[in-house]
C-alpha cells in the first residue's frame, strides 16, 4: 500500500503500516531524520567504547594469532564497522544490510578510512544471513534494528544469528527498552533536522493495544517549498528484558546478564525528538562451546566475578568481600551457580520447578510437559526435555534410589523444611561425588580463580557456624544424619562431616525468589521479594556479608544464576554488603535484630541498627 503524502489524519496508525516497510525507509531521508543519532561521530566513538569495554568482547577482539571475524547485521553506513575496523586491524569485519543506498555509503567510507582491507559490505536480509554455518565469533545488531518484522521473523532473525555464530561465539544486540517505552510513552514529537535549517521533522505514535508494538508516523516537511516531503509509517515489536531472554533461550543462546548495559543517548540544545533511541538496552549473549569430555566442574563456566571484586579477611566477620577499585551503581559484581540446587514447593502452585540439570537450571512451570524420572523416584524431580535428563543422569543417578526408598518419608515423618534440607545436602554429596570420579582437574580453568575457589572446594571452605548453633539442634540434626545419611549413599565423608555439612546448609543457602532482595531506601509503597520457588547453595556469594542498609541487591537469573548489584557507587575499599532477609517485612529494629540471632546466629551491628537502638534506648 503506498501511502500519500496529503493523507492526513488516521484515528490510527497501525491500518497504514506497510508489510516490509523497512524496505523503503533506509534512504537518504533517514540519515536526516535520524542524523542527530547515526550521522554524529562522537555518538559513534562512544557507542564503539563501549562495546569495546565489555569484557568479553574486548578479549576477543585482542586475541592474537587467529583470525577474528566480526559480522555487523543491518550495518547500514557501516559506522559500527568502520569504527571498530580502525582500532583492530587485524579482524575481519563483514557488514550485512538490505538498503543498498547505505552500503554504497559504508563502502565509500572504508575506502576513505582506509580499511577496505579488513572490511567487506554486502546485500543481505536478517531472516536469511548471506554466511556459512559457525563462521563469525562475534554478531552484532546495533540501533535499534530488532523488532522491524512480526515475532516470527524476529525469532527466525536470531534463529540466523545462532547459526552463524561459532560455538563459544558472541551476540551483541541493542533494542528499544520495552519497559521504559511504556512508561515513558510519548504521543508526538517533533524537531529541526540536524544541518538542515528549513527541514522539519513531526513525529506522530501510537501503543498497540497489548502495548507490545509501537507504531510512529513520520512527516518531513521542507519550508522552503513548502512540501512533504516524506509521510512514512512503520511499527517496531518492543520487548523488555525477560522477552529477550526468552528469545535468546529459544534459539540456544545464553544472556549474559553481567554485561548488559542501559544506553541514554544525550539530547542536545535545541528542539530535539529522540523518539526509541533514547533509551536502549544492550545485550551480550553467547552460543554454548562445544565440549570435547564431560567435567562435573562445567557448571563453573557461567560464574562471572567482576575485575573489581575480591575476597579479603575480617578478624570479626570472617571472609567478607570487596572492591578494590571505584564500581558504578547498577553494576553486576557477582553471578554465582548454584552447587546443588532443589526446588522449593508451594503448595498453591504445584507445578512450579526447576529443572535438575545443574548446567541448566530454568524453572519448569508445566508439570505435564516436563520430563520426569524413568524410575518415577519423586515427584519434585524434574528436567526441561530429554536432552536434559540425558545430561544430568549421572548425577540423578547417584540420588535416585534414595529419593525413591526414603523421599517421601522423610517429608512426611519430618515435613517439608527438613526434607528440603536433607536433600540439598544430599546433592552436595551428588556433586563432590562426580568431582572424585572425574578425577584431577586443570589447574586453572577460569580468570576468577586467582580470587575464589571452585568445585567442592568452594564448598569445603563454607563456614559451618557449628560452635554458635544450640547443643539441642545439633542433636537433632545428628539424629537426622543417622536416619537419613548414612545408608544408600556412596560416600567417604564420616558421620561427623554429613553433620557439618548440614550446618553448612543451614547457614549458608539462598532462597530464590522472583523479585529482588535488599533494595534500599525501602520504596513507598513497599513490595516484598514475593514466595520463594527454590533454594540453593552458592559457593562464592555466601562470603558477602549482611547489613541493614546494603549496597548490593541480589535476584536469581532466568538460569539459576545469583545475581548481585550494586545499588549505589562503591569507592575503592569499600565492603560489598547484602541483606539477607526481605527489608519491608522487617522494619522494627528489634524485629531484624531477632531474625539475624534465630537464624543466622549473629547480632547486627550496622550504622542504621546502631542508630534505631539507641533511639530506642
Avoid at 12 to 18: A, K, V
Avoid at 312 to 338: C, F
Avoid at 467 to 479: G, Y
Avoid at 501 to 512: A, D, P, R, T, Y
Wanted: charged residues 25%; aromatic residues 8%; contains cysteine.
Amino acid at each position: 500500500m503506498t501511502v500519500p503524502a496529503s493523507l492526513g489524519h488516521v484515528d490510527s496508525l497501525f491500518p497504514h503500516i506497510e508489510k516490509d516497510w523497512w524496505k523503503k525507509a533506509y534512504n537518504e531521508m533517514y540519515l536526516y531524520t535520524d542524523g542527530d543519532c547515526v550521522e554524529v561521530p562522537a555518538i559513534t566513538e562512544t557507542e564503539c567504547d563501549e562495546l569495546v569495554g565489555i569484557p568479553c568482547v574486548q578479549q576477543l577482539l585482542q586475541t592474537q594469532g587467529s583470525q577474528i571475524k566480526v559480522l555487523d547485521l543491518c550495518c547500514g553506513q557501516g559506522r559500527h564497522s568502520i569504527n571498530l575496523a580502525k582500532r583492530f586491524q587485524s579482524v575481519n569485519f563483514r557488514g550485512v544490510d538490505q538498503s543498498s543506498y547505505l552500503l554504497g555509503l559504508a563502502r565509500e567510507r572504508a575506502i576513505a578510512e582506509d580499511v577496505q582491507g579488513n572490511t567487506r559490505f554486502q546485500e543481505g536480509d536478517l531472516r536469511q544471513i548471506p554466511e556459512a554455518d559457525c563462521s563469525f565469533d562475534l554478531v552484532m545488531l546495533l540501533g535499534n534494528s530488532f523488532g522491524h518484522c512480526n515475532d516470527e521473523g524476529d525469532l527466525e532473525s536470531l534463529r540466523e544469528v545462532s547459526r552463524v555464530l561459532k560455538p563459544g561465539g558472541i551476540f551483541i544486540i541493542d533494542y528499544v527498552d520495552g519497559s521504559w517505552i511504556r512508561s515513558n510513552f510519548s504521543s508526538s514529537g517533533w524537531e529541526w533536522l540536524e544541518g538542515k535549517k528549513t527541514l522539519m521533522a513531526c513525529r506522530e505514535r501510537e501503543l498497540s493495544p497489548n502495548k507490545t508494538r509501537l507504531a510512529s508516523r513520520e512527516i518531513v516537511i521542507d519550508l522552503e517549498g513548502p512540501t512533504v516531503l516524506q509521510d512514512l509509517f512503520y511499527s517496531v515489536r518492543i520487548y523488555d528484558m525477560e522477552e529477550m531472554d526468552n528469545l535468546l533461550q529459544k534459539v540456544g543462546l545464553s544472556l549474559q546478564a553481567e554485561d548488559g548495559l542501559q544506553l541514554i543517548t544525550s539530547t542536545r540544545e535545541g528542539t530535539i525528538d529522540m523518539g526509541m533511541m533514547e533509551r536502549r538496552q544492550l545485550v551480550v549473549a553467547q552460543k554454548p562451546a562445544e565440549s570435547k569430555t564431560a567435567n562435573a566442574l562445567d557448571r563453573d563456566a557461567d560464574v562471572y566475578v567482576h575485575p573489581n571484586l575480591v575476597q579479603y579477611y575480617n578478624s570479626h566477620k570472617g571472609r567478607s568481600l570487596q572492591v578494590s577499585a571505584p564500581v558504578p551503581a547498577g553494576t553486576t559484581i557477582l553471578a554465582d551457580v548454584p552447587y546443588a540446587l532443589i526446588p522449593s514447593l508451594d503448595p498453591s502452585q504445584p507445578d512450579d520447578l526447576i529443572c535438575s540439570n545443574l548446567k541448566c537450571r530454568q524453572r519448569v512451570t508445566q508439570y505435564k510437559a516436563s520430563v520426569r524420572c524413568q524410575s518415577n523416584c519423586i515427584r519434585d524431580v524434574a528436567w526441561c526435555n530429554i536432552d536434559c535428563r540425558t545430561a544430568d543422569q549421572a548425577r540423578h543417578n547417584f540420588e535416585c534410589a534414595w529419593l525413591k526408598n526414603q523421599g517421601e518419608n522423610l517429608r512426611q515423618n519430618e515435613g517439608q523444611y527438613t526434607f528440603a534440607m536433607i536433600w540439598i545436602v544430599l546433592r552436595l554429596l551428588a556433586g563432590r561425588y562426580l568431582e572424585l570420579q572425574a578425577g584431577s582437574k586443570s589447574s586453572k580453568l577460569y580468570s576468577w580463580e586467582d580470587r575464589f575457589k571452585r568445585g567442592w572446594e568452594s564448598v569445603d571452605l563454607l563456614h559451618s557456624n557449628r560452635e554458635h548453633w544450640p547443643q539441642t539442634q545439633i542433636q537433632h540434626w545428628k539424629r537426622l544424619a543417622e536416619l537419613y545419611l548414612t545408608h544408600d549413599i556412596q560416600s567417604d565423608l564420616t558421620f561427623d562431616d554429613m553433620v557439618d555439612l548440614i550446618c553448612k546448609e543451614e547457614s549458608n543457602s539462598f532462597g530464590l525468589y522472583p523479585r529482588e532482595t535488599g533494595i534500599f531506601p525501602i520504596p513507598d509503597p513497599p513490595l516484598d521479594r514475593g514466595l520463594d520457588y527454590g533454594l540453593g547453595i552458592y559457593p562464592r556469594a555466601t562470603i558477602i556479608n549482611h547489613s541493614c542498609i546494603p549496597n548490593i541487591t541480589w535476584k536469581p537469573d532466568s538460569n539459576g544464576r545469583m545475581v548481585f548489584t550494586t545499588s549505589r557507587k562503591l569507592a575503592a575499599g569499600e565492603e560489598c554488603l547484602i541483606c539477607y532477609f526481605d527489608l519491608p517485612k522487617y522494619v522494627d529494629v528489634k524485629a531484624r535484630q531477632s531474625l539475624l540471632q534465630e537464624y543466622f546466629l549473629f547480632p547486627c551491628a550496622c550504622e542504621r541498627c546502631t542508630q534505631e537502638l539507641a533511639e530506642e534506648l
